[in-house]
Every structure is written in structure tokens, then in C-alpha cells.
């Protein structure tokens, strides 16, 4: 689908990190720009900043757990503008989750996946009818992660489990989609392919209190920079992809009609080829041994 001048993009989790910079590659090929996000002040930053650059964008303040709120946006998104052309189902949340998973807080499943899970099902469930009685080209992609869209990772098994979720998501519209006749495509994000400076690691900021920790953390909450001084300090290598190549990787790949918005990287392929064939082998997953042993 070509990302033609005019044509409506919306992206969720757009106050910043990857959701803002597809929302500024959006506005960039002409697209007008629907932004959502819970945090409101960085949100109208974003918006202002947009609007600097003259682009036509609307802002809405939306937590996409609540069903109501995202029904809300599409309402509001097509009063506006009449169509919408791309969703990017993208807002997401770390968990926060301490210990062995017999010792997590529930609270801490229930936020991860009513933003993780839920709100990319409700994106789904408020745009995509629209989208697809409107008869025009469109394209939804849904933001997983290479941690537990690709493979488990066992040390943030929330994240990773609700990652590994939106792919089967992505993987079962895509075919509902075709079995439609619909003139809507679907893929799957894998932001990547090294660290990205994001909001992600301070999720906690925007938590809500109908999700509160029932049980306080026994280790502070660290920031990214702390994660990269503890890593470089332990002697692995720290690389960071920048948000706006992820941003063109979308792009791209809505103008291909890519289902897997994957960038290459020889550690993802090791890791989908182990955990392949540990299942072609029914083999136990040998791939996740360093995990077990730390």
C-alpha cells in the first residue's frame, strides 16, 4: 500500500520512542497523523512538535486497556478525518515483574496484558471494520518484540509472554483479513534489531491504580541508563537501534505488504532456528540454559 499524501495514519503509544517517530515518518510522506497516548503532557509536546513542521495531526489522550477510550478514538479519528489508511497498534508497557514467576505479583500479568494484549485487540476490534467498509487500501501492524515474539525470555516472562501473544494475534487477523477479500494487510513489528531508548523502561511511570503492585518491589526500579552501566560493567556489549530506523522498516514495509517487519540480524535468526528445531527435534529447549542457570 502506498503511503500517499493525504491518507490517515493512526499510532498508539505516540508520545514518544518508536510510536513518535512512525508518527513523524507519517507526517513526513504527507499523511495525516492521529497520535494516542496515556501520557498526556509528552503527548502534546508531540503534537506541537508535529504541527511546527506542518503537518495536520489530532491528539486524543487514550489508555488503549480501556475498551471504551479506543471505541472512543476511532469515532473521533473518522469524524475528523473520514478514513483511516494505517494502524499502528504499538502502545506497550514492561511489567515490572520480580522473581520466579510463582512469586510475581498478578497485578503485574493483568497491566501488562490489558496494554500489551487487550489494547492491541481493541485497536483491532475499533478500526478494522471501519477500515474495511471503507473500501480503501489499509494496513494494520501490530508492535511485538524479538523478546517473546521471537523466543522466550525467561528473565521478563510477562513482557515476553504478552509479545509472543500479539504475534499470534497478527498471524490470525492476517489470515481473517485474506478470507475476507479485505483491502487491508497486516504485519508484525519486531523493533530492533539492538536496544532501543524508549519510555519502555520506565513504564512504571504511567501505571495505573486499578493495577497496583498488591506487594511492594524488593529492588528499585532502574532506568535505561542503568541497565546500560550494569551491562557494559558485566562486559556485554550494548548497541542501540535508532527509533527512526524502525520507523522507516514500517514504512517500507507497508509499501511491500510485508507480513514480517523483522530487521536482519544474525542473533534473532540463531534464535528462531534453535527454538525451530527443538520443536522439529521434540526436544527440550536446550536455547534456554543460560536462562536457567543465572
Request: charged residues 25%; proline residues 5%; aromatic residues 8%.
Amino acid at each position: 500500500m502506498e503511503l500517499t499524501p493525504g491518507r490517515v495514519a493512526v499510532v498508539t503509544g505516540a508520545a514518544s520512542g518508536i510510536g513518535l517517530a512512525m508518527a513523524r515518518r507519517f507526517a513526513a510522506d504527507g499523511l495525516k497523523v492521529v497520535l494516542a497516548d496515556v501520557e498526556e503532557g509528552a503527548l502534546e509536546d508531540a503534537a506541537a512538535g508535529l504541527r511546527k513542521d506542518g503537518a495536520d495531526v489530532h491528539a486524543c489522550v487514550v489508555d488503549v486497556a480501556d475498551r471504551a477510550q479506543v471505541e472512543a478514538l476511532a469515532t473521533e479519528t473518522y469524524e475528523r478525518y473520514g478514513a483511516v489508511h494505517v494502524l499502528c497498534n504499538n502502545a506497550g508497557v514492561g511489567s515490572g515483574a520480580e522473581g520466579r514467576m510463582w512469586e510475581h505479583d498478578p497485578n503485574d500479568w493483568k497491566w501488562a496484558f490489558a496494554v500489551n494484549v487487550w489494547g492491541v485487540f481493541h485497536g483491532v476490534q475499533a478500526f478494522v471494520p471501519r477500515m474495511i467498509a471503507g473500501g480503501e487500501p489499509g494496513h494494520v501492524v501490530n508492535t511485538s518484540s524479538g523478546d517473546g515474539g521471537i523466543a522466550p525470555l525467561p528473565t521478563a516472562s510477562v513482557y515476553a509472554v504478552t509479545k509472543a501473544a500479539v504475534v499470534t494475534m497478527t498471524e490470525s487477523l492476517y489470515a481473517h483479513l485474506k478470507a475476507e477479500g479485505a483491502r487491508v494487510g497486516a504485519s508484525v513489528l519486531f523493533p530492533g534489531p539492538h536496544m532501543l531508548r524508549t519510555g519502555l523502561w520506565e513504564s512504571h511511570r504511567n501505571r495505573p491504580a486499578r493495577y497496583a503492585k498488591q506487594k511492594p518491589r524488593k529492588t528499585p526500579y532502574r532506568s535505561l541508563g542503568q541497565w546500560e552501566a550494569a551491562m557494559k560493567e558485566a562486559g556485554q556489549e550494548v548497541r542501540f537501534t535508532p527509533v527512526e530506523d524502525v520507523a522507516d522498516l514500517v514504512a517500507e514495509g507497508i509499501r511491500a505488504g510485508r507480513f514480517w517487519l523483522l530487521p536482519e540480524s544474525e542473533h534473532s535468526d540463531r534464535q528462531i532456528r534453535a527454538r525451530s528445531q527443538s520443536m522439529l527435534d521434540r526436544a527440550d529447549p536446550s536455547y534456554l540454559e543460560h536462562f536457567i542457570l543465572d
